[in-house]
């Protein structure tokens, strides 16, 4: 006889999904979490002022629709992110504003840009998103880096420096560090790469009234004592009457265990008897990005006045992307800025002050000098936390989908794997990962008795 049914370890989107299904499924289940919080990725956070701000994952589309789904079923609300007026795109020391697709770059390189872009769908849209493996041309494509592709096939240094911002800004990775084929593979999960890049009608379109962490803290509050936190697993032992999950402070015995954590600590768990080679060498080349992201918060969205959306993409600067973040009700203002991959790398080794010193001299250029003066500025750096290492998410470099990509998500034993990572659709986003935790959840009410 098992302590549970099931042992889910992360109470992320992913793990909170799997565990709500099984419980609705009247599956007993515990749900141990590292931290003191639930919600993982999407951490919830406040300016000074009170106005909630997302700190982790944040925004949702609408081909999105488990998560959209979620939200409705778990009674919280959404509102549009503001998205009106002039976008500003920044190059060669210059602040380019601009209305129409062309991103406010020189017609030569704008024309590149779109060229590059068609291809990029193109090429996406026939990828075997189930199976990136058995794309037509799959090793030629993941013997490549993103960059690779870019610096064969475009000579234009803009255009070639427009998608080495873009790709840190859609991923928090640099393009010489993502397969190609896995750059596609992650563009046909998200639809296109224009439902990835766009506010109204893409990824940006919407927000979480009161914040993402939310989904997470209702569905957890749903499992009331199952959920326990500072529950740091180290072990997970399997055999043929069930699974032991060890953490620090307890083990716990299951018919089942669903491993609900970012790939890369997945692979630093200890697994009695050891994992297969191919799933071990899997988690040791699906590190994440590199982010650190930042609220900042001002008594009004001035830029609204001067007919400013808050876009901005700069192929200048560290802090390479703004968008305004500003509450509903527009009480105040609020840009989020990202600084992504080598600057989040670089900037995580600055203090405190000499970050927002930088933060708020490329917001001065950007939007002038009103921006000088914030009320407060939030900032996460994502890569120094324990329990996530990294954002958004995990990412293949070249060779890796080919060659290790079928253990992704094919449980071992008694093992189930979910997370963001291990979805076909959205993945890497909010979306993926509840889906990932109704995909685990299902295999297992297959198997149980
Ligand atoms: C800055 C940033 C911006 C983002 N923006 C967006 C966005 O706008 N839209 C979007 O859809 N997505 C966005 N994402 C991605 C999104 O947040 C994630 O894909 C999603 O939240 C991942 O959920 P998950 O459950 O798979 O993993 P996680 O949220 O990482 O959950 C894993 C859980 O496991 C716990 N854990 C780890 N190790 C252990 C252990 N040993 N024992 C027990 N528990 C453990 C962790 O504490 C965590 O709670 C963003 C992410 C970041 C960081």
Redesign the pocket.
């Known amino acids: 006889m098992h302590d549970v049914d099931v042992v889910v ?9 799997a565990a709500r299904t099984l419980v609705g499924a009247g599956r007993t289940v515990a749900v ?4 003191d ?7 919830g956070g406040f300016l000074s002022n009170g106005v909630p701000v ?8 609408p081909t ?1 629709l488990a ?1 959209l789904e979620l939200i409705e079923e778990l009674a919280l609300k959404t509102f549009p992110t503001f998205d009106e007026g002039d976008a500003l795109t920044v190059f060669d020391g210059n602040v380019v504003r601009y209305s129409d697709e062309d991103f406010g770059l020189p017609p030569e390189s704008a024309a590149e840009v779109g060229r590059l872009w068609e291809q990029l769908e193109a090429l996406a849209s026939a990828v075997a998103v189930e199976a990136p493996w058995d794309t037509d041309g799959a090793e030629e494509l993941d013997r490549q880096t993103l960059d690779g592709w870019l610096v064969a096939n475009t000579e234009d240094s803009i255009a070639r420096r427009f998608f080495r911002v873009l790709v840190p800004v859609l991923f ?1 990775a640099e393009t010489p560090e993502l397969s190609f084929l896995h750059f596609l593979f992650y563009v046909r999960s998200g639809t296109s790469l224009e439902t990835l890049a766009a506010t109204t009608g893409g ?2 379109e919407r927000r979480v009234l009161g914040g ?1 962490h939310q989904i ?1 803290e209702r569905m957890s509050a749903d499992l009331g004592d199952a959920v326990r936190l500072n ?4 072990t997970i032992r399997q055999d043929e009457s069930g699974v032991l999950v060890e ?1 620090e402070g307890g083990s716990i015995t299951a018919g089942r265990v669903v491993v ?3 790939q890369t ?1 997945a692979g ?2 200890r697994y009695v008897p050891p994992l297969p080679a191919l799933r071990d060498g899997l988690t040791q080349q699906m590190p994440a990005g590199s ?1 650190i ?1 930042l609220q900042v918060g001002y008594d009004a969205p001035f830029w609204r006045e001067d007919g400013l959306s808050g876009l901005v993409l700069s192929l200048d600067d560290a802090l390479t992307v703004v968008l305004d973040n500003s509450p509903h009700d527009g009480s105040c203002g609020v840009l989020v800025g ?1 600084l992504e991959g080598a600057h989040a790398r670089t900037a995580s080794l600055m203090g405190a002050d000499e970050r927002r010193e930088l933060v708020i001299a490329a917001l001065v250029k950007y939007f002038g000098p009103k921006a000088a003066n914030p009320f407060d500025i939030v900032e ?1 750096d ?1 890569t120094a ?4 290492r990294g ?3 995990g990412r293949l470099g070249a060779g890796v989908w080919t060659q290790y990509g079928r253990a992704l998500a094919v449980p071992v034993g008694r093992i189930h794997w ?5 979805s076909t659709v ?1 993945n ?6 509840i889906r ?2 109704y995909r685990a959840a299902a295999e297992i009410l297959e198997k149980l008795p």
């Open positions: 370890v992360g109470a992320g989107l992913a793990g909170l999904s141990l979490e590292a931290r919080r639930v919600a993982g990725r999407t951490l997302e700190m982790g994952g944040q925004w949702v589309g999105q998560a928090s990824a940006q993402t997470s529950a740091v697993v180290r953490y609900a954590v970012p600590l630093r768990l982010v992201k990202f996460q994502w936390e324990e329990f996530t954002c958004y998410g979910a997370g963001a990572e291990t959205w890497g986003y909010m979306d993926g990962a990932s935790g």
